[in-house]
């Protein structure tokens, strides 16, 4: 979708047609009945006949292998090659495409001049639908406009899971038997834990049988463009095995601030030239954040950035394996997973891109952090290859001998990270987090990096803070 909007450069999206039944079956022999109404009359004299299946049938536990294996060695003689460390994921040299394919779904992003000769080697080898402008894929709707942010000209990808998000809301009234009425405006997805008894975290919440199925469809939206819900959602889906009655209100909060944001979009826009692109990536930690077992939440969010262009990639919130002994170590895991999981993987695929080598610089916003990560030295932090699996002599060799990897220091205030690490209960920095991250409704939105973002709220107001809080 980035490579997309870059001037110059378009996006097209097609289906390939019946995609499994377009490859051979392999392997050991396959054979079907066939229904009756399907037996030929010759086959009357038959009881019960079967034949041999020679095509990859949607519903054989091979078809999938057998199709993607023919469809990489048809793009493969069309002059597109797999790009490194990325399934599914192809690059075409002299056209300069990219191509994703993702099942039976083909989108393909590249110069305008090149992206018909793309789909003519496409479809001559696999049967495929009309390709059109990206509309739906995968769920999401994707909308492309041109406008103007801080008065530079852009083009715009805006992610809709209105639909999506509403079927989620939907299915939550359906599956707890509520009306539409019990879903009052939430500002955030947080619940104030102050707000709820320590007696009702007994495992007997009544929403048990469906928090299951409730949470991972809301998950779905969140990892596809909705990164302002990981942090709510990875914090119940620990609990769907000691399910409780606040995890019941924590999940009708959670659905009720859904149902308010119905609104609110990922946005993205580029407005630069290709060689003035490059890749942030923050990384942060809450400490001791989980109050049951006192582990940290890692949380990583991914960006393309450029002097008028933002456009995210990647948000993940994870809870750490281990406790953490202090804000350093737990930030220090971040930085670890940040890096290893999608800082250097990304530079893998941009710089297939791009066509150049991309720097990519770690955001880091606690300062001592910053200064082991270099060093890669700290007696007190001698136990973290042990106890969390990080090497830190790896990740400090990665800053000095990666001249593609940098680390600079950002304030915490413009953090995007911070969004996936912890909750929070004050309507203004929740907005303005969701605005670092590229979330917003209609109206002005961008910041340094094009989000222009809503002012903090003022130290003399006097808010109500629950303990949860570190907004």
Known sequence: DAYGLIDGNTSSQCDAE???VQSKLGGTPTWVFVPRDRWPETWSKFR??????????????????????????????????P?????????????????????????????????????????????????????????????IRSTTINGKPVRQMIYDMKPFLQQCVQAYLTASKKESTSLKYAATPFIDEGRLTPDEEVPNGALQPIASSILMKILYAARMA???????VSALAKCVTK??????????????????????????????????????????????????DSKSTTGIFLALTGPNTFFPLNGVSKKQTCVSHSTPEAEIVAANSAVRLEGLPA???WDTILQRKVHATLLEDNQATMQILKSGKNPALRHVSRTHRVNLAWISE??????????????????????MTKGFSNPEVWKRA????????????????????PPLPSKSKKTKKSPANSG
Not at 226 to 232: E, H, I, P, Q, S
Request: hydrophobic share 35%; charged share 25%.
């Open 18 to 20: 019946q995609a499994y």
């Open 347 to 349: 530079l893998q695929i």
């Open 398 to 419: 990665v800053f000095r001998t990666c001249s593609q990897m940098g680390i600079q220091y950002c304030s915490t205030s413009e953090q995007a990270a911070d969004i």
């Open 83 to 143: 790009v490194p460390d990325w399934n599914s994921m192809y690059w075409h040299d002299k056209l300069k495409l990219l191509l994703m394919v993702y099942v039976d779904d083909f989108k393909m992003s590249g110069p305008v001049q090149s992206i018909t000769d793309g789909w003519k080697i496409i479809r001559s080898s696999i049967k495929t639908d009309e390709p059109q402008s990206p509309g739906k894929c995968l769920g999401c709707n994707h909308i």
């Open 243 to 292: 399910w409780s009655t606040n995890c019941d209100k924590r999940l009708h909060r959670l659905v009720c601030y859904i149902h308010s944001s119905l609104d609110l979009y990922l946005r993205g826009h580029i407005g630069d030239r290709k060689s003035d692109l490059k890749l942030s990536l923050y990384s942060d930690a809450d400490f001791a954040g989980d109050k049951s």
């Open 434 to 453: 969701t605005a670092l991250i590229g979330m917003t409704k209609e109206g002005p939105d961008v910041n340094a990096y094009g989000i222009l973002l």
């Open 226 to 232: 909705r990164f302002d819900l990981l942090k709510a």
């Open 48 to 81: 019960r006949p079967v034949v041999r299946l020679e095509l990859a049938l949607y519903g054989h536990p091979d078809a999938g292998g057998y199709w993607e294996a023919h469809c990489k060695e048809k793009l493969i003689k069309g002059g597109f090659r």
